[in-house]
């Protein structure tokens, strides 16, 4: 079994027992489906959202959605594609009404799914899309727009903090930086 296979079965198992998942608040709020998360589970390179919304809890895989367009596009344009990177979310259920995800809905999710796919993946760089995902990883009162773009290690791992898409579907003049953190992103992890 190859490594891609081996560790596939590995995210899989995780998966297994939370397929009905209701640990957090969210998993009785109204969602659908449990949107794991999807691509490339020997990636070097993964990034991670806030939560699901609508489209992705609808059709249940991360970022497919008006912002899941903009990111596919970034990533094309510079040479990848959505299967050659992981893409997942802090919380793996739609919070009602696509508001933030709260403290305890990101703390228990974290730590029963987050961290052991990223335990799994072993990646060598995680982007995070925007400040929830962004708090993950940093204080809180870290602002994205101070640390963006630039890298952090964490763990053996750099994270590299940049702007959620929907953030660049409504700021445009934006639309460079997320795209050159994006090519930072893909540079360290060669």
Not at 8 to 26: A, G, H, I, N, R
Not at 38 to 56: A, D, H, R, S
Not at 68 to 87: C, P
Not at 160 to 171: D, E, G, K, Q, V
């Amino acid at each position: 079994m190859d490594i891609k296979t081996y560790k596939q079965k590995l995210l899989e198992q995780l998966y297994e027992p939370y397929k009905k998942c209701t640990m957090c608040p969210l998993g009785n709020l109204g969602r659908k489906n449990i949107v794991f998360g999807e691509g490339n589970p020997n990636t070097k390179l993964m990034f991670i959202g806030e939560g699901p919304g609508q489209k992705e809890d609808d059709l249940c895989r991360p970022f497919v959605g008006r912002s899941g367009q903009l990111l596919t596009k970034v990533l094309e344009a510079i040479g990848l594609s959505r299967e050659q990177v992981f893409i997942t979310n802090v919380v793996k259920c739609r919070p009602p009404k696509n508001r933030n995800p709260l403290p305890k809905e990101r703390e228990t999710c974290t730590n029963l799914l987050l961290l052991k796919q990223i335990k799994i993946i072993r990646p060598k760089v995680i982007c995070t899309l925007g400040s929830v995902a962004m708090q993950t990883f940093f204080e809180n009162n870290a602002k994205i727009s101070k640390i963006r773009g630039k890298i952090f290690k964490k763990d053996g791992t750099n994270i590299i903090p940049t702007y959620h898409p929907a953030y660049i579907l409504r700021n445009n003049r934006e639309l460079e930086n997320f795209a050159n953190d994006i090519k930072l992103a893909k540079k360290l992890s060669l």
